[in-house]
């Protein structure tokens, strides 16, 4: 079946440092990857989207590739800062059944930017 | 203000009496999904809407009703609910007919706690 992976450990950098933020996925071939911020409580809220053709998107500080032969997409956020910390989502299309109407989140990594 | 908007924001209740939890948004959008968030498992889509009087099933439907009487309205309807379905329950909605590369916009969300 489908399945987006991310590392679920929490990921603690100094600030100021860049935060990178693995996303895989096996078993299909998305034609566009969604990053998500949620803070604990709240709802997820978009943040990037990188198709397959593109092999990379940057808004700000946070840089989104997407790199197909891996089956990976990497989140990156240059010069972090404390309030960049929560949880990130990867989130692509599809369901277990596939088709373009579900939508498959994975399970997020949670950044911890140290002052 | 573009919102999605749900109620109750919290809800505690016993095995078996049915509830329903509404959803509605202000952004004339098309596409409606319910999600359903664990610990340790993620955002887990329960049922989604491409429009009116058009619902389908996610990935976790067991339990769980939807319609989609009207385009901004999306509600939840928990006929029988068990302890299992103790969850913290996100709305949203995003433009276009399919989970497609819109963002999508979430609610506060509503934590449901069966007993």
């Known amino acids: 079946s489908q399945k987006i992976e991310q590392n679920s450990e929490a990921l603690n950098i100094q600030e100021g440092k860049t935060a990178t933020l693995t996303c895989n996925y096996t078993?299909?071939?998305?034609?566009?990857l969604q990053w998500y911020r949620q803070d604990p409580g709240r709802g997820p809220v978009f943040l990037l989207l990188?198709?397959?053709?593109?092999k990379e998107k940057r808004k700000e500080r946070l840089k989104v590739t997407f790199d197909t032969t891996l089956k990976q997409s990497l989140f990156h956020i240059t010069a972090s800062q404390p309030a960049d910390s929560a949880t990130y989502l990867c989130?692509?299309?599809?369901?277990?059944?596939?088709?373009?109407?579900?939508?498959?989140f994975g399970i997020g990594t949670k950044l911890q930017v140290i002052p | 203000e573009a919102q999605v908007t749900q109620n109750p924001r919290y809800l505690i209740t016993v095995t078996g009496k049915k509830l329903t939890v509404t959803c509605s948004q202000n952004?004339?959008?098309?596409?409606m999904s319910w999600y359903r968030q664990d610990p340790g498992l993620g955002l887990r889509q329960i049922y989604y809407?491409?429009?009116?009087?058009?619902?389908d099933k996610g990935d976790v439907p067991e339990g769980y009703k939807v319609s989609r009487k009207e385009k901004r309205n999306f509600p939840l309807i928990l006929e029988s609910p068990s302890p299992n379905q103790t969850s913290l329950y996100f709305c949203?909605?995003?433009?276009?007919?399919?989970?497609?590369?819109?963002?999508?916009?979430f609610g506060p969300g509503t934590r449901l706690t069966v007993t």
């Open positions: 078993n299909y071939s998305p034609a566009y």
């Open positions: 809407s491409m429009n009116v009087e058009v619902t």
């Open positions: 952004m004339n959008h098309e596409y």
């Open positions: 989130v692509s299309p599809g369901g277990n059944s596939g088709g373009y109407q579900k939508v498959t």
């Open positions: 990188i198709r397959e053709n593109e």
């Open positions: 949203a909605s995003s433009f276009g007919r399919t989970a497609s590369s819109y963002e999508q916009y």
